[in-house]
């Protein structure tokens, strides 16, 4: 298996706006009649109480239809574990050559199986098959073959040109980009400069595990990032996609060992029962998901809930990079059982 090296993620807090003091007020001749009843008026207004900041919680139950949008099932993957299922929505626009990959090694089975080999505290539980080549221990011809109509090699997929890209952008500065946002949903970075968009290394990223070579990952080795976000690994692996709902069941797990989290025994594996497309399940068992568009007045009103939360909160506003639009479910029950 490939080991993805240990970073430190950085976050920088956008400064508070300062004020310059108000010039003190000239001395006012006696009203006329009708500036006084103005005066009264404004007054009164003024002692009006101010409509309090909605919740994130009643901008999302008040959020109309208008402002979600459906999940293509063709980029949703159902990954089904004992404890759960985990649905990850895959990334094209960033990423097509791996997402084509990730659907054919879905379709053909080939994660069925397989196993969480590795869970490391504050960084990612990665995913795949153990007897897969390894240029560390020089373990070869021993893993599961790919099926028809997956490759076993792929260009890396770091970047994309960032003229087109339609990138929601946030008014927040951060440390690992000029420019942050978001993109079909996903935490993206981008730099006018060299002309590069990206997506980002947040809770809940999910990316390619690849080895020394920048071309080395095919997607049949993923990872989620369960801790707070390795920006470091931004521009050095393939993400892939998000996870949109089901995090628990990755973010919870016995941790592995001293070797970055990979599991020192066979048993401590947790095996993965299935991996399918939405597209490829029956229809009364698909999953009809949802996600918050990062095209609306909901999202930046969201956003900005988020920033200056109130209560016993700090109202500096905090760095927003990371910040992923919700998901919900279009039908009930949901998930759907497999």
């Given at each position: 298996?490939?080991?993805?090296?240990?970073?430190?993620?950085?976050?920088?807090?956008?400064?508070?706006?300062?004020?310059?003091?108000?010039?003190?007020?000239?001395?006012?001749?006696?009203?006329?009649?009708?500036?006084?009843?103005?005066?009264?008026?404004?007054t009164?207004?003024?002692?009006?109480?101010?409509?309090?900041?909605?919740?994130?919680?009643?901008?999302?139950?008040?959020?109309?239809?208008?402002?979600?949008?459906?999940?293509?099932?063709?980029?949703?993957?159902?990954?089904?574990?004992?404890?759960?299922?985990?649905?990850?929505?895959?990334?094209?626009?960033?990423?097509?050559?791996?997402?084509?990959?990730?659907?054919?090694?879905?379709?053909?089975?080939?994660?069925?199986?397989?196993?969480?080999?590795?869970?490391?505290?504050?960084?990612?539980t990665?995913?795949?098959?153990?007897n897969a080549?390894?240029?560390?221990?020089?373990?070869?011809?021993?893993?599961?073959?790919?099926?028809?109509?997956?490759?076993?090699?792929?260009?890396?997929?770091?970047?994309?040109?960032l003229?087109?890209?339609?990138?929601t952008?946030?008014?927040?500065v951060?440390?690992?980009?000029?420019?942050?946002g978001?993109?079909?949903?996903?935490p993206?970075?981008?730099?006018?400069?060299?002309?590069?968009?990206?997506?980002?290394?947040?809770?809940?990223?999910?990316?390619?595990?690849?080895?020394?070579?920048?071309?080395?990952?095919?997607?049949?080795?993923?990872?989620?990032?369960?801790?707070?976000?390795?920006?470091?690994?931004?521009?050095?692996i393939?993400?892939v996609?998000?996870?949109?709902?089901?995090?628990e069941f990755?973010?919870?797990?016995?941790?592995?060992g001293?070797?970055?989290?990979?599991?020192?025994?066979?048993?401590?594996?947790?095996?993965?029962?299935?991996?399918?497309?939405?597209?490829?399940l029956?229809?009364?068992?698909?999953?009809a998901?949802?996600?918050?568009?990062t095209?609306?007045?909901?999202?930046?009103?969201?956003?900005?809930?988020?920033?200056?939360?109130?209560g016993?909160?700090?109202?500096?506003?905090?760095?927003?990079?990371?910040?992923?639009?919700?998901?919900?479910?279009?039908?009930?029950?949901?998930?759907?059982?497999?």
């Amino acid at each position: 298996m490939k080991a993805l090296p240990l970073m430190a993620a950085l976050a920088l807090c956008a400064p508070l706006p300062s004020h310059a003091a108000e010039p003190a007020a000239k001395a006012a001749k006696p009203a006329a009649a009708s500036t006084a009843t103005s005066t009264a008026a404004s007054t009164a207004a003024a002692k009006k109480p101010a409509q309090p900041p909605r919740s994130s919680a009643d901008i999302l139950a008040t959020a109309p239809a208008s402002v979600w949008r459906d999940v293509d099932p063709d980029n949703l993957l159902v990954m089904a574990l004992p404890q759960g299922q985990v649905f990850i929505e895959l990334a094209p626009r960033f990423a097509p050559a791996h997402v084509d990959n990730i659907r054919a090694l879905a379709r053909g089975g080939y994660y069925d199986g397989l196993a969480i080999v590795r869970v490391q505290d504050n960084f990612v539980t990665q995913w795949g098959d153990p007897n897969a080549d390894d240029e560390d221990t020089g373990l070869k011809g021993k893993g599961k073959p790919f099926p028809a109509g997956a490759k076993s090699h792929l260009p890396a997929e770091f970047s994309i040109p960032l003229k087109g890209v339609p990138m929601t952008l946030l008014p927040d500065v951060e440390g690992w980009a000029p420019r942050a946002g978001q993109v079909d949903g996903f935490p993206a970075a981008a730099d006018p400069k060299t002309g590069q968009a990206w997506l980002a290394h947040c809770y809940g990223t999910v990316g390619a595990g690849r080895g020394n070579a920048k071309d080395s990952s095919t997607g049949a080795e993923l990872y989620a990032v369960i801790g707070h976000a390795p920006r470091g690994l931004d521009l050095n692996i393939t993400v892939v996609g998000r996870v949109l709902k089901g995090m628990e069941f990755l973010s919870a797990l016995p941790r592995g060992g001293a070797a970055m989290g990979f599991y020192d025994k066979p048993e401590q594996r947790l095996g993965i029962e299935r991996v399918s497309l939405a597209s490829a399940l029956p229809a009364e068992q698909r999953p009809a998901l949802q996600v918050l568009r990062t095209d609306t007045p909901t999202w930046t009103e969201l956003l900005n809930a988020r920033r200056n939360r109130g209560g016993w909160s700090s109202t500096v506003p905090a760095t927003r990079t990371c910040a992923a639009p919700p998901c919900r479910c279009a039908s009930s029950p949901c998930p759907r059982p497999m």
